[in-house]
T-cell receptor
């Protein structure tokens, strides 16, 4: 009964070759997030969706894009991956809102991306 | 902007000993605070959260944490370590109005010796 599912778990892609990571959820949460976690570092937020509203973090490279076609699915697109994009990518969901105190985030198992 | 500092990137304890992982936050207003655990090549699992209801928070697997506003701390403890507690632990903060966005500390790797 996995609640946040990421596919694939492991992905190897070539330098410069576009890659898409996927995330689905069965929780019906309105907020979905993508975090990047490089080796031995803390997760860092790339962007989030509040319903259909896309919110980019100021320092997220333009190379990273996201799509959320419906409540359940969210995709992370890396247009031209560089070696420095090798990392674990974590998808998370929550029912958070501007005044909602319930900000607990549920994480998927992550996709470990290797750029060669 | 809020930030989180975890003191000690590595903590080593013996099985059965007290576990203490330190976390201090920097925020202009009382934030929401969380502790997550991450096993190798896995996502993050919530251990416990503070959302201003009670200062002593009990979580899963015997962990608890105490919110101390005067010290801006939210340290994680467990009375008796188990081998299965070996993992990386992240303290995180979120502010009201931020749609649950998390800012993480750098993490503490807990090693448990037999």
């Amino acid at each position: 009964d996995a609640m946040v599912i990421q596919n694939p778990r492991y992905q190897v892609t070539q330098f410069g070759k576009p890659v898409t990571l996927s995330c689905s959820q069965t929780l019906n949460h309105n907020v979905m997030y993508w975090y990047q976690q490089k080796s031995s570092q803390a997760p860092k937020l790339l962007f989030h969706y509040y319903d259909k509203d896309f919110n980019n973090e100021a320092d997220t490279p333009d190379n990273f894009q996201s799509r959320r076609p419906n409540t359940s699915f969210c995709f992370l697109d890396i247009r031209s991956p560089g070696l420095g994009d090798t990392a674990m990518y974590l998808c998370a969901t929550s029912r958070a809102g501007k005044t909602d105190m319930n900000t607990e985030a549920f994480f998927g198992q992550g996709t470990r991306l290797t750029v060669v | 902007a809020q930030s989180v500092t975890q003191l000690g990137s590595h903590v080593s304890v013996s099985e059965g000993a007290l576990v203490l992982l330190r976390c201090n936050y920097s925020s202009s207003v009382p934030p929401y605070l969380f502790w997550y655990v991450q096993y190798p090549n896995q996502g993050l699992q919530l251990l416990l959260k503070y959302t201003s209801a009670a200062t002593l928070v009990k979580g899963i697997n015997g962990f608890e944490a105490e919110f101390k506003k005067s010290e801006t701390s939210f340290h994680l403890t467990k009375p008796s370590a188990h081998m299965s507690d070996a993992a990386e632990y992240f303290c995180a903060v979120s502010d009201l109005g931020s749609y649950g966005k998390l800012t993480f500390g750098q993490g503490t790797i807990l090693t448990v010796h037999p």
